[in-house]
């Protein structure tokens, strides 16, 4: 009889403490959220920017994404972008290059458009880099055409010290300042030299004479025939 209470006893003891397992409560790990700064406004000379959403292709979409090797690639669930890379970077773009259309003395500034696609948005814990990768096209917008300008990619990197997020966020955001400025450059580039064209060309028709005068009369500058030697 002992012995068969001692049994009863032990399992409801067992089924007590398994109960406790089961029902447990998780750990709870809160998400946290990192964001792009805010730019500071770069704005080409006599130019407007018009930026449109920027494709993606890289993997993650909101979570961070690190490398800790040459071929290992870490996803994390925890720590995430308020947005996907294409979209912050896009946000980027259009906050550093938003300006008025019009000149201070009226005159309508040189609209360029700029797309492209995000292949790159990791952190490299090994290099203790963060790493953007972009494909960008300009084009002029002129007479309501589209002219391609340039078409070109590029990777831009910045280092971190210590491995948390919000070092993680700083350094991409030092990447996304450097493409800002990349893409100034470029158009820099392209304004002074359209403006050298139309220079020249202005020069060219000015020194190029009329084609189309009357001809001279061949009598009008011959003095008149003296009468008197035919008397």
């Known amino acids: 009889m002992r012995n068969i209470l001692l049994i009863a006893l032990s399992g409801v003891f067992f089924s007590v403490i398994l109960t406790g397992c089961l029902f447990r409560e998780a750990s709870y790990n809160e998400v946290g959220y990192f964001?792009?700064?805010?730019?500071?406004?770069i704005l080409p000379d006599g130019a407007v920017v018009k930026?449109?959403?920027?494709?993606?292709?890289?993997?993650?979409?909101?979570?961070?994404?690190?490398?800790?090797?040459?071929?290992?690639?870490?996803?994390?669930?925890?720590?995430?972008?308020?947005?996907?890379?294409?979209?912050?970077?896009?946000?980027?773009?259009?906050a550093?290059?938003?300006?008025?259309?019009?000149?201070?003395?009226?005159?309508?500034?040189?609209?360029?458009?700029?797309?492209?696609?995000?292949?790159?948005?990791?952190?490299d814990l090994?290099?203790?880099?963060?790493?953007?990768?972009?494909?960008y096209r300009i084009t002029r917008n002129q007479s309501s055409s589209e002219i391609e300008m340039i078409n070109n990619s590029c990777v831009l990197t910045s280092n971190f010290e210590k491995e948390n997020p919000a070092d993680f966020a700083r350094a991409m955001s030092i990447c996304a300042e450097l493409l800002a400025k990349r893409l100034k450059a470029d158009i820099d580039f392209l304004m002074k030299k359209e403006i050298a064209?139309?220079?020249?060309?202005?020069?060219?028709?000015?020194?190029?004479?009329?084609?189309?005068?009357?001809?001279?009369?061949?009598?009008?500058?011959?003095?008149?025939?003296?009468?008197?030697?035919?008397?």
């Open 96 to 123: 550093a290059f938003s300006d008025d259309k019009i000149t201070s003395d009226g005159n309508a500034k040189t609209e360029f458009e700029v797309s492209g696609t995000v292949f790159m948005f990791i952190i």
């Open 126 to 135: 090994k290099s203790k880099k963060a790493s953007l990768g972009v494909s």
């Open 51 to 94: 930026v449109n959403i920027f494709k993606n292709i890289e993997t993650g979409k909101y979570k961070m994404v690190y490398r800790s090797g040459e071929s290992k690639v870490m996803v994390d669930e925890y720590n995430k972008w308020v947005q996907p890379p294409d979209m912050m970077i896009s946000r980027y773009l259009q």
């Open 35 to 41: 964001d792009l700064s805010s730019p500071e406004k």
């Open 197 to 231: 064209v139309n220079d020249s060309r202005n020069k060219i028709q000015k020194d190029v004479k009329p084609q189309n005068e009357p001809a001279k009369s061949e009598t009008a500058d011959k003095p008149p025939a003296d009468s008197k030697k035919n008397g």
